[in-house]
């Protein structure tokens, strides 16, 4: 099973959900040891990888791993809200630990 290279933070410092997508991926990176990789606006590495509408239409931001073999997973395209309808860290953290686990030794 391969492991994980490096997160993958695909995002725009402009954009509504950055400092929620960034946060997260800081935080999973520090406490993983694990690289963190930030590129801006990089819409082709999304449509390569990522999450889109029925229409084909990819979004920003959206968090990857890269693993050791070279393939990429998805590991949060769209955040997970809580019962009340707004950002919840907590559920966005276990919902990426239980991808990254997958590939953890």
Do not use: C
């Amino acid at each position: 099973m391969a492991g994980v290279r490096k997160l993958v933070l695909v995002t725009e410092q402009s954009h509504d959900l950055h400092k929620h997508f960034s946060g997260l991926a800081e935080r999973l990176s520090k406490e993983l040891n694990i690289p963190l990789e930030y590129r801006w606006g990089d819409y082709v590495y999304v449509t390569q990888h990522g999450d889109s509408d029925e229409l084909g239409i990819t979004w920003l931001p959206q968090l990857f791993a890269e693993l050791d073999e070279g393939t990429v997973v998805k590991v949060l395209t769209q955040p997970n809200l809580s019962d009340s309808g707004y950002l919840d860290e907590e559920r966005d953290y276990k919902a990426s630990m239980e991808v990254l686990k997958k590939y953890l030794g």
